[in-house]
């Protein structure tokens, strides 16, 4: 089950359903496409992910939305142009137009550029989370299915920080009842998700499930959850990179980014208060990767910014430019430049569809609570109290392959390698 039924959403159903038809490949998913090795090198065993470790079939996924907007697949498909229309999209058009997006819990205060018709009326904001878990039990007893996960594809929300409605579940409860601000419509998903035991990935830098009643409940209630913000496009690159010049101990100074895009989710961020949400998620990393207090005289002054601009000539075409000032030896300065020309719902799609399998597969192996493995597809990973959070993307790759392994039961990979030479044995 989807929340959102915008670009990214859309984009994913539509791939999913032109996979299973023979008339794509999967690309940019690694439950798809990725291989794992297992044992020692000279094993040679290096079967698929989808092989390895028991995931649901694609053939056996059905989708479902909620959206404030009624458009079907279909329509919001054509308007959010991301795919071609004559290619992927008229030839499934029946099946998308069959997936009409459910009234949502929406509320113009927490995404201030859209406005919603499609929207569920309630006394109050515990009424509504009820109404979502019905239509989690109606969705999965009508399509006659074992599981659901959800995955957040909609909208950023205004800027929110945790407080006291979001502490335990009697307060939080309290809250919905009487209709406390501090309750965003996320929310509602998360708490109603969780108390139909569903798997909750956050997709967007809202707080949603990154609260310490939400991380409860799922502990509680044995469900993975996880987030924040699909480590997509920019923040990706940011996340190679900066590992690569501290690997070199080449020190930085500053990193500006900025974005044009176009497409519908550049419209909610052109609102301050949406920004603000995703500049949080965006800005964290660096810090994270680089560590100033380990090594202040490489990291201590980095001036990092991030801009986004919404410029709807663009659409989903995004253009996401960073000028990296970094030094080097004696400190003199160098420059990197970077001009990421992607499509935004394209690098996302994919990893909508290994969060819902992976999260599926986590809530099967009783792996509860925050799922960190899956910290690879987030901008701004949730981890337990106490640690703090792995950006470097080949950290994230390995933990979640040897999480995998773990599942498996299978020999960690910590690419010592000493045991191929013969010294090793004397
Ligand atoms: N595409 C990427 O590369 C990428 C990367 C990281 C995060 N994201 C996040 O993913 C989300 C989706 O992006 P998109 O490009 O599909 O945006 P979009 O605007 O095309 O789609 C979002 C949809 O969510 C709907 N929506 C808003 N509030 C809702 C609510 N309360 N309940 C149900 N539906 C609601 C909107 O009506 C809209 O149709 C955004 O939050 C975006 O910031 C996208």
Same mark, same amino acid.
């Given at each position: 089950?989807?929340?959102?039924?915008?670009?990214?959403?859309? %984009?994913?159903?539509?791939?999913?359903?032109?996979?299973?038809? *023979?008339?794509?490949?999967?690309? *940019?998913?690694?439950?798809?496409?990725?291989? #794992?090795?297992?044992?020692?090198?000279?094993?040679?065993?290096?079967?698929?992910?989808?092989?390895?470790?028991?995931?649901?079939?694609?053939?056996?996924?059905?989708?479902?939305?909620?959206?404030?907007?009624?458009?079907?697949?279909?329509?919001?498909?054509?308007?959010?142009?991301?795919?071609?229309?004559?290619? @992927?999209? /008229?030839?499934?058009?029946?099946?998308? !137009?069959?997936?009409?997006?459910?009234?949502?819990?929406?509320?113009?205060?927490?995404?201030?550029?859209?406005?919603?018709?499609?929207?569920?009326?309630?006394?109050?904001?515990? /009424?509504?989370?009820?109404?979502?878990?019905?239509?989690?039990?109606?969705?999965?007893?009508?399509?006659?299915?074992?599981?659901?996960?959800?995955?957040?594809?909609?909208?950023? &929300?205004?800027?929110?920080?945790?407080?006291?409605?979001?502490?335990?579940?009697?307060?939080?409860?309290?809250?919905?009842?009487?209709?406390?601000?501090?309750?965003?419509?996320?929310?509602?998903?998360?708490?109603?998700?969780?108390?139909?035991?569903?798997?909750?990935?956050?997709?967007?830098?809202?707080?949603?499930?990154?609260?310490?009643?939400?991380?409860?409940?799922?502990?509680? @209630? @044995?469900?993975?959850?996880?987030?924040?913000?699909?480590?997509? *496009?920019?923040?990706?690159?940011?996340?190679?990179?900066?590992?690569?010049?501290?690997?070199?101990?080449?020190?930085?100074?500053?990193?500006?980014?900025?974005?044009?895009?176009?497409?519908?989710?550049?419209?909610?961020?052109?609102?301050?208060?949406?920004?603000? %949400?995703?500049?949080?998620?965006?800005?964290?990393?660096?810090?994270?990767?680089?560590?100033?207090?380990?090594?202040?005289?490489?990291?201590?002054?980095?001036?990092?910014?991030?801009? #986004?601009?919404?410029?709807?000539?663009?659409?989903?075409?995004?253009?996401?430019?960073?000028?990296?000032? #970094?030094? *080097?030896?004696?400190?003199?300065?160098?420059?990197?430049?970077?001009?990421?020309?992607?499509?935004?719902?394209?690098?996302?799609?994919?990893?909508?569809?290994?969060?819902?399998?992976?999260?599926?597969?986590?809530?099967?192996?009783?792996?509860?609570?925050?799922?960190?493995?899956?910290?690879?597809?987030?901008?701004?990973?949730?981890?337990?109290?106490?640690?703090?959070?792995?950006?470097?993307?080949?950290? !994230?790759?390995?933990?979640?392959?040897?999480?995998?392994?773990?599942?498996?039961?299978?020999?960690?990979?910590?690419?010592?390698? #000493?045991?191929?030479?013969?010294?090793? &044995?004397?």
């Amino acid at each position: 089950m989807l929340v959102g039924l915008g670009a990214v959403s859309t %984009t994913f159903i539509a791939g999913v359903e032109n996979v299973r038809r *023979g008339r794509a490949l999967p690309i *940019g998913s690694l439950s798809q496409m990725a291989t #794992i090795r297992l044992g020692k090198r000279t094993d040679k065993r290096t079967p698929k992910i989808n092989e390895f470790v028991p995931l649901a079939d694609l053939k056996d996924l059905v989708f479902a939305a909620w959206d404030p907007i009624p458009d079907d697949a279909f329509t919001a498909a054509v308007k959010a142009g991301v795919l071609d229309r004559h290619e @992927h999209l /008229e030839p499934i058009k029946d099946f998308l !137009q069959n997936i009409k997006p459910m009234p949502a819990v929406f509320d113009q205060y927490y995404v201030k550029r859209l406005q919603g018709t499609n929207v569920k009326r309630g006394k109050n904001k515990r /009424e509504l989370a009820e109404q979502l878990r019905e239509d989690m039990r109606n969705f999965k007893q009508s399509a006659k299915l074992d599981r659901i996960v959800i995955v957040w594809c909609a909208s950023t &929300e205004v800027f929110l920080t945790p407080g006291p409605a979001h502490q335990t579940l009697a307060a939080f409860e309290q809250a919905m009842e009487q209709n406390d601000q501090s309750i965003a419509p996320s929310m509602l998903y998360a708490y109603a998700a969780l108390m139909e035991h569903v798997p909750f990935a956050n997709g967007a830098p809202n707080l949603t499930v990154d609260l310490p009643v939400m991380e409860k409940l799922a502990e509680e @209630h @044995h469900v993975p959850i996880g987030g924040k913000d699909f480590k997509t *496009g920019q923040t990706m690159m940011k996340s190679v990179l900066a590992p690569a010049f501290k690997a070199r101990m080449l020190g930085l100074s500053g990193w500006y980014s900025t974005n044009i895009l176009g497409n519908r989710d550049g419209e909610v961020l052109d609102d301050p208060e949406s920004f603000k %949400t995703k500049e949080e998620s965006k800005l964290g990393l660096l810090e994270h990767i680089l560590q100033p207090d380990l090594y202040p005289e490489l990291y201590g002054k980095v001036y990092h910014k991030v801009r #986004i601009n919404y410029y709807p000539p663009r659409g989903d075409n995004k253009e996401g430019w960073d000028n990296i000032d #970094i030094f *080097g030896w004696l400190g003199y300065p160098m420059q990197i430049k970077v001009d990421f020309l992607c499509r935004d719902s394209i690098l996302a799609a994919p990893i909508v569809l290994d969060l819902a399998l992976f999260f599926d597969l986590a809530g099967r192996a009783g792996l509860s609570g925050i799922q960190e493995w899956l910290s690879f597809y987030f901008k701004s990973p949730q981890f337990a109290q106490g640690l703090y959070a792995e950006h470097d993307l080949f950290i !994230q790759q390995t933990k979640l392959k040897n999480t995998l392994r773990w599942l498996m039961g299978e020999e960690q990979i910590t690419h010592l390698g #000493i045991e191929y030479y013969e010294y090793a &044995e004397k």
